[in-house]
């Protein structure tokens, strides 16, 4: 599936055109520069952007790998505006009609409604270390079947396409993000349903402006044709991130992609400890390869046998090694809490992964990997961030397993001075101040960084002080109008396991 043959950074001044039109909606507010702002530095932003809960649709097929997915999920409800979780196609996974169109690997329509209900015994544990968790009621009501009959199903409207039309259609402000873990026949068929009912109204136009401006698709694989077949065709101007190779980073072949040194975090003695042993009956159902636990309808997927052998597809892999959370991205990629802003904009990165703009919204892109010298790494773009990923998600864990606040780690809090975003000119010094702090009480260690495959400047910025809370630099005296240098903050604190709070910076470089 892993492409090669990335955008060359030589390219991305031709793409800021393309991903200005993308993104104008979302661009943050800038505000003038500071008094005390050095010369050349012409605006700023605040440094700690409000956090908006973004608002999501989960579409899946019922493979493993979703069921672990929606576990990851359900312990950061809380930082999402859940709009549906919807029972779909593709083409792995089918219901069958009961007459004409057998089953194919099919896993039933009850696992989604047995997940909350383990949700619903963890509740209390995780409002005691945030706000915000959805209730089970609520997520309960959530859940309706869409079309599940058939590869590419889009036959009739069904209640999980006419939630996913109603979502579209209504005047909840923002995007609408809506996931694809299976095939996206289910939102194909909302989206028939809409142009069935408006087109040749005098309503038309608004109603396609009004969705295509909304809907937010995020793409995993190609699990159906109607992406092809029927929404590009007839909804050319939805966004659509399109994620066909990253995310076998966090599937079955991380072992071929996930840099060695961050591989402790999917290997089986982290994953007894942190998830499998010990931590409520939600993690109780976490599947991993070879544990011994079937799929109930998918006689297919062999990769829980205890033995390895090829057929099983599980040689290499040890029992309770991390097996795949393929379609994790998705709402990774939303997850602004943790100050990496790749939600503002997929050609950002984070730990959804990183993509290029194109033009009907952003495909996958590659990052250079210091660990293999792989210059143009389709899969780094997700794997830099795995050991951070794993290690929330153990703090989370813990979350649901302790009554006590005191009885788990919770991520610290970063901020910088004098901004987030930052407007200067060629040859300005820029001072960054980081901020951190600890709900915990834990030490925190800060370390800056430049991600050069977000920037679109072609060069390197020295960073004096890269390990200390301040850092200075130099806005490049080459750097053209327009182009950018993101800089990011880490902030980690000492408690088990580490965690980290990120803050980026994007230097807009202005004329002279």
Do not use: C
């Amino acid at each position: 599936m892993h492409t090669h043959g990335p955008s060359p950074r030589r390219r991305r001044q031709l793409s800021i055109a393309i991903l200005v039109a993308l993104t104008a909606a979302v661009l943050p507010t800038v505000a003038r520069a500071a008094p005390d702002s050095p010369a050349g530095v012409l605006a700023t932003s605040a440094g700690q952007q409000p956090h908006h809960k973004p608002r999501v649709i989960l579409t899946t097929d019922g493979e493993v790998d979703d069921m672990d997915s929606f576990v990851r999920y359900l312990y950061y409800a809380n930082e999402f505006d859940t709009a549906g979780i919807v029972l779909t196609s593709s083409r792995f996974h089918w219901a069958g009609n009961g007459n004409t169109v057998a089953p194919y690997r099919w896993t039933g329509d009850q696992w989604v409604n047995d997940y909350i209900d383990r949700y619903a015994k963890i509740y209390p544990n995780l409002r005691k270390h945030a706000d915000g968790f959805p209730t089970p009621a609520r997520l309960r009501s959530l859940y309706k079947i869409g079309n599940i009959e058939n590869v590419s199903d889009t036959a009739k409207p069904t209640a999980g396409s006419e939630l996913i039309k109603k979502a579209i259609l209504d005047n909840t402000p923002g995007p609408l993000y809506v996931q694809a873990w299976g095939g996206l026949n289910t939102v194909a068929r909302a989206l028939m349903s809409i142009q069935e009912q408006y087109q040749g109204t005098k309503k038309w136009s608004t109603i396609q402006s009004k969705v295509s401006n909304k809907l937010v698709l995020y793409n995993i694989l190609e699990q159906d044709a109607t992406l092809k077949d029927y929404i590009k065709p007839n909804w050319p101007d939805v966004k659509v991130i399109d994620n066909q190779s990253q995310f076998w980073s966090f599937a079955y072949l991380w072992k071929r992609t996930v840099p060695e040194p961050f591989q402790y975090t999917l290997r089986a003695s982290y994953m007894e400890n942190n998830f499998l042993n010990g931590h409520g009956p939600l993690l109780e159902q976490y599947r991993t390869y070879r544990d011994g636990n079937p799929t109930p309808g998918d006689d297919e997927n062999n990769r829980w046998r205890p033995e390895s052998s090829s057929a099983n597809q599980n040689v290499g892999y040890d029992v309770h090694d991390f097996i795949s959370e393929g379609d994790s991205p998705a709402f990774l990629h939303l997850l602004d809490f943790n100050g990496l802003r790749s939600s503002e904009d997929p050609a950002f990165g984070g730990w959804g992964g990183r993509f290029t703009p194109n033009a009907s919204g952003w495909t996958d892109t590659s990052d250079a990997n210091p660990y293999t010298g792989n210059a143009a790494d389709r899969s780094y773009p997700q794997t830099r961030w795995v050991e951070d990923i794993q290690n929330d998600f153990a703090a989370r864990a813990d979350w649901g397993s302790t009554s006590s606040y005191a009885g788990a780690n919770h991520s610290p809090t970063a901020s910088v001075k004098p901004g987030t975003d930052i407007t200067a000119k060629p040859g300005t010094r820029i001072t960054l101040r980081g901020s951190g702090k600890d709900p915990d009480g834990d030490r925190v260690s800060y370390k800056w960084w430049q991600y050069t495959d977000a920037d679109t400047y072609p060069g390197e910025v020295v960073l004096n002080g890269a390990d200390q809370q301040s850092v200075t630099f130099t806005v490049p005296a080459d750097a053209a109008p327009g182009s950018t240098v993101h800089i990011i903050l880490e902030v980690k604190d000492d408690g088990t396991p580490a965690l980290k709070h990120y803050q980026r910076v994007v230097v807009t470089v202005s004329k002279r």
